[in-house]
């Protein structure tokens, strides 16, 4: 194999007609896979506050609570933003299929208070 | 001390790499001529974490040992559970361990290219390479739900399966990675300026890479025949054409070598793994509580061999873990090859090597030697840390520790 300099120049001068790998944000558009690991969403139609989501989270992000009664149990999920690591563990936990993580990654805000939130 | 020697410490902010470690370098004209490797600047305590832990929780802390072997790390920790356990993995998951073990060789690679390039003045190279890693991490994405901690491992299996729609996209991905790799090597092999800045660099000689224990491709570089997917199968390896490609220049430019082949060896094993995929299962049921037993597992990372060691005690939380990640036997052998070197050459050579800092840093208390255990609490470990920086200047008594 013949050993030269300039390898890179003819390639470097392909990249010129090339449409940019980048592209704007926020105001392009931003594709994000339909089963991507974002904010996580909550339906307690199902829940019968088993708690195993809570107990596996690796992060303590997650919080169950009975807001009714001991016999007309109704259920809030609190999550901590600030902890989750989106690792999406609490949606295999859940066995009645309450809990489902969304594409939804714009998730920053100005105040602390904003991260602690119920679903 | 010799008048004419200087030493100067590069760190602990960014060397060459963006992680923390601090390089005393001694210096004789533009000669290096000693150099101590200074890394623990990022301990995380995460072996303590996991302990504290259930199993699947740790499955998350683990993962996050290292931002780009993410994915061989939990394989390791899975491994060595599931043969506690005495669980078998379903075929079908095993293929898919394999293929993601493969996507992120192809990524950790890409990344490399661009960072050594970076470190050389050919930011072309950083562009071009990073441009295309960004392929497999929409791959990856696609796959996991996230780039990076793709989480697809599990306890007795995957998390999630491989769709028909999938393996077409990473098809394509494959095919273009192919031609730009083809591209990388024809740079890596016939460029003069490459060679010329990189031949004879951070030389490791093949007796040295071995006393060094040097692991992936600092050892394969330096013409040490190994690889864990080879000399010990895990997975679906068993079953995969890997080739174990190796080099004989022993510096950095057979590290480059290594590393732009491999990428194309890592495309032929996905290409075999999707044509091969068996059909089932991707999980098997596992129990919470592990029975008693302790089990190492070893894993080929794309930085070299990561070794997991689980101890358990029979209940739902290890007793120990142990994470020797590849960094950490490669940092052994840097000193030996920072010297004879120039300065301006230190940062390629700290970065031929693939560094990752925060994985390797573990807690550790020298003793004389007599023996005996010695346990440090809390209080004294803080007690320490306090007169550490208390010596340097910096009092940090008065710092406050959050509680959550």
Sequence with gaps: MKKRPGVVAGYAMKQLFRKPATIKYPQGDLVIEHNYRGKLSYNPANCIGCNLCVRDCPADALEIINVGTKENKAFECHLSLGHCVFCGQCVDSCKKGCLALTPNIELAGLKKADFKMKL | MNSKRITIPMGPQHPSLKEPSCFTITLEGEKVVNAVVGVGYNHRGLEKASEMRTYIQDLYIIERVCGICSHTHSTAFCQAIEELAGVVIPPRAAYIRVIMAELERLHSHLLWLGIAGHEIGFDTLLMYSWRDREQVLDILAMLGGNRVNYGINTLGGVRRDLEPHMVDDIRQVLNYLE???????????????????????????????????????????????????????YAAYSEMPVNVI????????????????????????????LENIPDGEIKVNMPRKIPAGEMLSRTEAPRGEDVHYVRSNGTDKPDRVRVRAASEANWHGMAHMLEGDYLADVPIIIAAIDPCYSCTDRAFVLSDGNGGEQVWDWQRLRQYSLDFYRKRGVDASKLKIAKQ
């Excluded at chain 2, 060896?265 to 793994?273: L, N, P, T, V």
């Design chain 2, 179 to 233: 031609e730009q790799d083809k591209y990388y090597i024809d740079l890596a092999l016939r460029e003069t300026t490459l060679a010329a800045r990189l031949g004879g660099v951070g030389r490791l000689s093949h007796e040295d890479a071995i006393k060094y224990g040097a692991v992936g491709p600092v050892a394969r570089s330096s013409g040490v025949h190994t690889d864990t997917r080879v000399d010990e199968p």
């Design chain 2, 246 to 273: 190796t080099d004989n220049h022993c510096d950095v430019f057979g590290r480059t070598v290594v590393r732009v082949l491999e990428i194309m060896d890592s495309i032929g094993i996905i290409r075999y793994a």
